[in-house]
């Protein structure tokens, strides 16, 4: 059973929209919820990350909003650029044991 | 420099062949994971360390070892390597913030 979910495998959406990214999670316990960022030939990046006991995290262009009660949370990216074209992994943990990847999101923005 | 090398960048081995793939960090960070990415599966934990000869299984640890002699080092080793092995294999340390720092990964083909 997938302890992350992301609910939609590809996303793509024109230069200056809002692209949204949902992701749901299954353990009641985790506490910190990261959103990666991947470009195609390298390791995933941290782009965004949340803690539990908030309900929303912005950075920039990039906001979490978070749900604990429904035990879901969605990546806003404001003002999509064609730079922002990459695969974003929502991922959950609980202290030192190891980040749980959802199956990711890939995003495309067009010009 | 926070940088985490990963040695070699591709690979490729013939089935029953042993495998050696290296992660090396300069930010003296005590935990380390190994993680396996495939297509629609997104990254699997294989191995955690949490510091010099203190590893812990991931999910998918079945024919896998690692070792970790000094904390800058950590070593994913696979012995006579299987086809199904064959995937994009990522090192990544655990800064104290819980942020997940990754190396750009190591391609790895069993033939």
């Known amino acids: 059973q997938q302890q992350v979910r992301q609910s939609s495998q590809s996303l793509t959406v024109w230069e200056g929209e809002t692209a949204i990214l949902n992701c749901s999670y299954e353990n009641s316990a985790f506490d910190y919820f990261p959103w990666y960022q991947q470009f195609p030939g390298e390791g995933p990046a941290l782009l965004i990350a949340i803690r539990s006991v908030s309900d929303k995290k912005e950075d920039g262009r990039f906001t979490i909003f978070f749900n604990k009660r429904e035990k879901n949370l969605s990546l806003h990216i404001k003002d999509s650029q064609p730079g922002d074209s990459a695969t974003y992994f929502c991922a959950a943990s609980l202290g030192a044991q190891g980040l749980t990847f959802g199956l990711g999101t890939r995003v495309s923005v067009f010009p | 420099d926070m940088k985490v090398t990963q040695m070699p960048r591709y690979l490729i081995k013939r089935m029953g062949e042993n495998v050696l793939l290296e992660c090396g960090q300069d930010m003296s960070h005590e935990t380390m994971y190994w993680y396996r990415q495939d297509p629609g599966l997104g990254l699997q934990l294989i191995y955690i360390s949490y510091d010099v000869d203190s590893n812990s299984e991931g999910d998918i640890p079945k024919g896998y070892r690692v070792s970790r002699k000094k904390r800058e080092h950590f070593s994913l080793i696979l012995d006579s390597a299987k086809t199904n092995q064959t995937s994009v294999y990522f090192c990544?340390?655990?800064?104290?913030?819980?942020?997940?720092?990754f190396g750009h990964g190591t391609k790895l083909s069993v033939l």
């Open positions: 990544a340390s655990r800064a104290t913030n819980e942020r997940l720092f």
